[in-house]
């Protein structure tokens, strides 16, 4: 590799180190201040929205681990084909039957939507079925939020050893926001994470709610725009300690079919362009790296490979529970990332409709 591949490829690994430099978790609470901030939210109230198709495996966990901190769960059935209704019901959640969505509503949006108006809470809390929080983590929300809306990437962890090829999708999806990197002071963020998000329901109102975005694939980054176009605060956290979740406990197939529903949307739509312009550097020194050691394998290569190795080990320890070769031997999961990616964008361009759950999404 000559000098200016060198430099090229060191400003692209420094790039990563950048954009997730301040990534920070939900606060934790000392348990001094956990029974103030307890006294203070009592005058406040919560309702869980959980939208749920086919999720009669993921929603045990997660009713379960809301028992004692949440009373008011509300689960939206969007016409499951399983047992997600039985399962809400025998775990005490008011379950609500959806009806098909209506033209022009994503399932999601329309399930979401449903849910907020049987809500009662002065806030909304909107869950994935696939999360799992910590037993303080609903007053850890709490704590962390005042007003506009707070969001919430889980902390992610593997089951089978095909879900490790979503480790660089986690780490780009970061990236890419911009609301990480390190510079001083928070960052105006115009995008947010889907499976955690809190609002008041005034604010929620405010903004239209889910009936605003309701054709929006990426709802999550929809309602954060409409959000900041209200002139009200959007905050994003990590979930380390505190929420987690399992995105693709099917396999390839669901893997496959979930990123290339959002990663060429999301890179479109939820960044920005000089973070965009800094992941697509860290991208290419990945590349670089992989390439040069097949073309000219020696020490200096192998110099290369193990310093992104040893990126990788710091980078997803921080996002979550990979296995171990999602960083010893990257290039793997890097191929994946550029095949999905690619997949993603022509359909996109092409504007052919996506599959998901069993449903058509066509592209907009």
Known sequence: MDGTRLAVVAAGWLAGWWLLLRLRALPVIETARYGRVSRSQRALSITV??????????????????AGQAPDVIVVDDSSEDATADVAAGAGARVIPAPPPPRGWTGKSWACHLGAEQSSGDRLLFLDADTVLGRDAVARLLAAHDTGLLSVE?????????????????????????????????????????????CTRADYAAVGGHAAIRSEVLEDVALARRFRAAGLPVRCLSGRGAIEFRMYPEGGRQLVEGWTKNIAAGAWSATRPWALALTICWIAALVAVALDVVAHPGVPAAILYAAVAAQLVWLLRRVGRFAWWAWMVWPVGLAVFLAVFARSLVLRLLRRPVRWKGRTIPAR
């Open 49 to 66: 929205v959980v939208p749920a198709r086919n999720e009669a495996r993921s929603l045990t966990a997660l009713l379960a681990s809301l």
């Open 154 to 198: 889980p902390w992610h962890r593997c089951g089978r050893a095909v879900e490790s090829l979503s480790a660089l999708f986690n780490l780009v999806s970061l990236m890419g926001i911009g609301a990480f990197a390190g510079l001083p002071g928070e960052r105006p963020v115009a995008a947010a994470f889907g499976p955690v998000l809190l």
